[in-house]
Nanobody
């Protein structure tokens, strides 16, 4: 079984910072990519940032320069440092991991989501 456990969401004023963390558990889970998505009310889930095992990163244009993603491959954890938060960053943030669990083909795994609310 693969489980993604998130932490770090909350309420913050505009301009503030939050740090989201996600830990993937499950032996025999080989992760090729980890990242964060978010979904605001009435909107589709969108990619925020992702990183591969080799260290390459990808960010949504709306968060470039404000958010930083980092990953610890040995611990199967991923962290999203969010600075300069704006009200439009308000959403439920989901941790994502893409990889192979045991003999199964690669697929996406998701955390339960953590609420980030930015007040103006």
């Amino acid at each position: 079984q693969v489980h993604l456990v998130e932490s770090g969401g909350g309420l913050v004023q505009a301009g503030g910072s939050l740090r989201l963390s996600c830990a993937a558990s499950g032996s025999m889970f080989s992760i090729s990519r980890m990242g964060w998505y978010r979904q605001a009310p009435g909107k589709q889930r969108e990619l925020v940032a992702q990183t591969t095992g080799g260290g390459s990163t990808d960010y949504a244009d709306s968060v470039k320069g404000r958010f930083t993603i980092s990953r610890d491959n040995a611990k199967n954890t991923v962290t999203l440092q969010m600075n300069g938060l704006k009200p439009e960053d308000t959403a439920v943030y989901y941790c994502n991991a893409y990889g192979n669990y045991w003999y199964r083909p690669p697929e996406d795994y998701w955390g339960q989501g953590t609420q980030v609310t930015v007040s103006s």
